[in-house]
């Protein structure tokens, strides 16, 4: 097993443990919350305000401060509906409820306000805006909502807007060849590959999402680029088998390893219609996203 294999093993299981990892301490271990805590966040008026307290959350907040912590909470309840549009957040009673200061608050609601989710404005206050406000590719938005009630739609959505950015994707991937890249991508095959042996689904599923996540940002295309956290987060959140990438498997190892193969012959259709494959498990979302025509 290489280097990397071993050290990305090792960050997986770190993380699996409760200890956070190199990069992972913005992130939120959905994984370990129950279904229960992803979806009913509680409202404001509750029966048990101890589970409005962030500080009272720790197994779902671990690695964030208490900034990040309502971030979280408060955005949750904003995309699952608790906090529904045009609801005004006073921050004294939000400082209050949450048991911190004014300037966490303030800062929380700053963070939220530049995802789309409220707004602040004089003699008006701060409110929850329409969800035709948010900014619904912001990749913490993409998590609350793949773990609250819209979650099927979420899947379906992030389902169909893979089938558009990746298969494009691979194909410019292919007119950009780097030996750098090309290993590293080779040595994501070869992690996945041993993770299915050892049965390391967390594993496989790191070094998936940074195959996908390297391949868009080498396409060439900036724009791509820039939707490479979304892509990340979909692979992160997906909660089931919306596509190939979902089910650690001998099919999935073999389609990774086409398209490695073809970016090194620089043999772009090969790529595309291998990330195609891969993609693919739903047949609704061929009927939505068909594939292009051939020239």
């Known amino acids: 097993m290489s280097t990397l294999a071993h050290t990305m093993m090792t960050t997986a299981r770190a993380a699996d443990s ?14 370990e919350a129950s279904v229960a805590d992803r979806v009913g966040v509680p409202a404001w008026d509750s029966a048990e305000p101890e589970l409005g307290r962030v500080g009272r959350r720790a197994a779902g907040s671990r690695g964030r401060g208490l900034h990040g912590q309502l971030v979280q909470q408060l955005g949750q ?31 929380s609601l700053r963070v939220l306000e530049a995802k789309g989710l409220v707004s602040a404005r004089p003699n008006v206050g701060t409110r929850v805006r329409p969800v ?51 290993q590293r991508l080779a040595d994501m ?9 050892q049965g390391d689904v967390l594993t496989f599923s790191r070094a998936d999402t940074e195959f996908h996540s ?28 919306v596509t190939g990438c979902d089910r650690p498997n001998e099919t999935s190892l073999t389609l990774h390893s086409r398209i490695v193969d073809a970016l090194a012959t620089g043999d772009g259709a090969a790529a595309e219609n291998a990330m195609r494959q891969l993609l693919t498990v739903h047949p609704e979302v061929e009927r939505v996203v068909p594939a292009p025509r051939e020239h």
């Open 214 to 241: 390297l391949l868009i940002q080498v396409a060439g295309n900036r724009m791509l680029e820039h939707l490479s956290g979304i892509v990340s987060a979909a692979l992160q959140v997906s909660g089931g088998p």
């Open 189 to 197: 095959v070869e992690i996945m590959s041993h993770a299915m042996g």
């Open 132 to 182: 035709s406000d948010w900014n619904l590719l912001d990749p913490d938005i993409i998590e609350w909502r793949a773990f609250g009630p819209q979650r099927d739609d979420q899947r379906r959505e992030l389902s169909e807007l893979r089938w558009t950015i990746e298969p494009l994707a691979a194909r410019l991937a292919a007119g950009h060849g780097r030996d750098d890249v090309q």
């Open 18 to 31: 409760g200890l956070a990892g190199p990069g992972d301490l913005d992130r939120y271990p959905y994984a």
């Open 77 to 107: 309840m904003i995309v699952s509906g608790d906090l529904g549009a045009d609801r005004p957040l006073v921050p004294e009673e939000i400082g209050q409820r949450f048991e911190v200061s004014r300037t966490v608050v303030r800062e």
